[in-house]
């Protein structure tokens, strides 16, 4: 077999912009040919999707897999909605969520997981997708929660098929009662929070920057009253409990009766579960969060594929 060198990988890497090992792998198919090597790269699918990833892939679906008491949320992104639509992207994303609920949510190990009904890891069927589709695609990031004993309910608002949609949560409630009911406190709980969007389930778990940022902030807003110290800072610590029942969970105006608190409801519901009920965690993800879209100038886009540029 040919010497593979490392600046022949890195000539076909270059040339194609597939993966180093992708690379190396083609030319040790093809006895150290760059052109043979390049063939197969593109047989493969690996060049036609490393050409791919640069461009901006906020599009997609959010699944959710929960048995019991464990879930997975998952967001996979593609380029357009039009994609997100499509069945294998969709059929793709479902399966993965489900693998991803094996790992713990860890991405990396679930790209090496086998594909479930093909010979492909997650990974592979991915880059397959993207040769296939057209489209970069990427799994972006995946989260578990999970309890014992208790159950993980789950919620997909806008879902476009079981499982699948824009916004993604988990819910999960720690407790030894009945469990139908428990699932539907859960299910009931996961719809206030894909609505309210809390930062947390406890004030306690609040971010310390985030509060201490806030503090400054109203501490300057309330400075502007030209009030004694002593008022200001009674002043600011109302307004943080204004804030907690923004952002904390527990905290919040329940939305399906906006007469009372997610804490209270959560209380009065133990009574009919016939145990106590605690709310562990919660997970929320929402399409494309954090993600900077790009805003094409379709006149500077021409310019350049012309070389004029734009004055």
């Given at each position: 077999m040919a010497e593979i060198s490392a600046s022949l990988v890195k000539e076909l890497r270059e040339r194609t912009g597939a993966g180093m090992m992708d690379c190396k792998k083609a030319l040790a198919e093809a006895?150290?040919?760059?052109?043979?090597?390049?063939?197969?790269?593109?047989?493969?699918?690996?060049?036609?999707?490393?050409?791919?990833?640069?461009?901006?892939?906020?599009?997609?679906?959010?699944?959710?897999?929960?048995?019991?008491?464990s879930g997975v949320v998952i967001e996979v992104n593609t380029e357009t909605d039009f994609v997100a639509r499509n069945d294998q992207f969709q059929n793709f994303t479902a399966k993965a969520a489900k693998e991803a609920l094996a790992v713990g949510g860890d991405v990396e190990k679930l790209k090496a997981r086998p594909f479930p009904g093909?010979?492909?890891?997650?990974?592979?069927?991915?880059?397959?997708?993207?040769?296939?589709?057209?489209?970069?695609?990427?799994?972006?990031?995946?989260?578990?929660?999970?309890?014992?004993?208790?159950?993980?309910?789950?919620?997909?608002?806008?879902?476009?098929?079981?499982?699948?949609?824009?916004?993604?949560?988990?819910?999960?409630?720690?407790?030894?009662?009945?469990?139908?009911?428990?699932?539907a406190?859960?299910?009931?709980?996961?719809?206030?929070?894909?609505?309210?969007?809390?930062?947390?389930?406890?004030?306690?778990?609040?971010?310390?920057?985030?509060?201490?940022?806030?503090?400054?902030i109203l501490t300057e807003q309330a400075a502007g009253s030209g009030k004694p110290a002593e008022i200001i800072a009674k002043m600011v610590e109302g307004r943080l409990r204004k804030f907690y029942e923004e952002v904390v969970l527990l905290e919040q105006v329940y939305v399906i009766d906006p007469d009372k608190k997610v804490g209270k409801v959560v209380e009065a519901a133990a009574k009919d579960i016939g145990a106590p009920v605690e709310v562990a965690a919660i997970a929320r993800y929402q399409l494309g969060e954090g993600i900077e879209k790009r805003q094409d100038d379709f006149a500077a886009e021409v310019a350049a594929a012309a070389g004029t540029g734009k004055a």
């Open positions: 006895g150290g040919d760059i052109e043979q090597a390049a063939d197969w790269l593109r047989k493969k699918g690996l060049a036609a999707a490393a050409k791919k990833a640069g461009r901006i892939a906020a599009e997609g679906l959010i699944g959710v897999a929960a048995e019991g008491g093909g010979s492909r890891t997650v990974g592979e069927e991915l880059t397959h997708l993207v040769a296939t589709i057209g489209e970069n695609m990427s799994i972006r990031r995946a989260q578990t929660v999970s309890v014992s004993p208790g159950v993980v309910a789950s919620y997909i608002h806008n879902q476009v098929a079981p499982g699948l949609g824009k916004i993604g949560v988990l819910v999960a409630l720690k407790s030894s009662g009945d469990a139908a009911k428990l699932a406190l859960g299910r009931q709980l996961a719809m206030h929070v894909a609505a309210a969007n809390p930062r947390s389930v406890r004030t306690a778990e609040l971010d310390p920057k985030l509060i201490d940022n806030e503090r400054k």
